[in-house]
């Protein structure tokens, strides 16, 4: 198991400077955002550009990495694949592909995405849809000997109630999308929300999980208690403000993450543990991110072997 970062929490520096950083602070890997340009939109940076294939660009992204002795875990554009908007759906399954044939290119094994979800339909709705549109994605990546991973997510501020967004949510839904040839980038803090214990489900899928993100989350049971699951329903302004629940590093919320690494090693994962910092204590400018990162190495490293 080696234990990296996406590198999205940092997206004003360069795929060079975070590298750099990661060898200094110790860690092992790198999970590189690769999203187009979306402007200020929170959480996404491009580190990667999948636009380009000239050789030379990617020998140089390739140096990056060997020079530094880190590995590229994953690719890295999670959007709505299932998005209600035809167009914009056309151009996010487009940029997954583009995704595959960099990660090919890369000789990288995974691409992180999500499912999505035309929030206007109901779930069986949804799903015959997704079947249609990953269908071409799966085996397109199969022929790149590409694994496409998908992250479960909630993604609640997509849905207008506030409801799931990613229908990759629950272990009932991974079941259905292995059934797609699809693979999970497991992230325990999203199923602690919904009422799942991460411990439990992830055990009886490891063969299906190449890849794992390392998030905790604080919950407060107080608010949840008023609130109910789904969230603020009077006053949300901020789509993604649940209420009673927010994203910390590891370390510094409820995970339990001794014994969710000690699973994982019983079940035989040997892929990256990667930090995904959207911790809005530790966040907001380049210097509080790297302490968040600083924390999340320092809760992390010890459980896991070297």
């Known amino acids: 198991m080696q234990l990296g970062f996406l590198t999205a929490c940092l997206p004003k520096l360069s795929l060079e400077e975070i590298a750099d950083w990661a060898v200094l602070q110790g860690y092992e890997a790198l999970e590189v955002a690769a999203w187009p340009d979306l402007g200020e939109r929170p959480f996404i940076a491009t580190h ?27 690719i890295a554009f ?61 085996k397109y990546a199969d022929s790149k000997s590409v694994k496409i991973i998908i992250e479960n997510c909630v993604m ?35 199923l602690m929300w919904m009422g799942i214990d ?9 063969d299906r999980i190449p890849h794992a993100q390392a998030k905790d989350i604080q919950i407060n049971t107080e608010l949840r208690n008023f609130y109910g699951y789904p969230g603020k329903a009077i006053v949300r302004e901020n789509p993604w403000d649940v209420g009673w629940w927010r994203y910390r590093v590891p370390g510094l919320g409820d995970v339990d993450w001794r014994s969710l690494i000690d699973s994982m090693y019983e079940g035989g994962f040997t892929g990256t543990l990667s930090v995904e910092h959207e911790d809005p204590i530790w966040g907001g400018s380049p210097e509080k991110v790297k302490i968040g990162l600083k924390v999340a190495f320092d809760t992390l490293r010890p459980l896991i072997v070297q």
């Not at 990667?48 to 875990?73: G, P, Q």
């Not at 991460?198 to 490891?206: E, N």
């Open 156 to 190: 609640e501020g997509w849905h207008p109630d506030g409801y799931p967004g990613n229908l990759a949510y629950s272990p009932e839904l991974w079941e259905w999308m292995f059934e797609l040839g699809l693979y999970l980038n497991f992230d325990p803090s999203h």
């Open 198 to 206: 991460p411990v439990t489900a992830i055990k009886p899928y490891f």
């Open 48 to 74: 990667l550009n999948v636009e380009n294939t000239d050789s030379v660009y990617l020998a140089e992204v390739k140096s990056i990495f060997d020079s530094r002795k880190l590995k590229l875990s994953s």
């Open 78 to 138: 999670y959007d709505n694949n299932l998005h209600p908007d035809q167009d914009n759906r056309d151009e996010i399954n487009g940029h997954v592909i583009k995704c595959i044939d960099a990660a090919a290119a890369l000789g990288v094994e995974t691409v992180g995405t999500f499912i999505g979800r035309d929030w206007n339909k109901p779930v069986r709705e949804n799903l015959a849809i997704a079947k249609d549109v990953f269908t071409p994605l799966v």
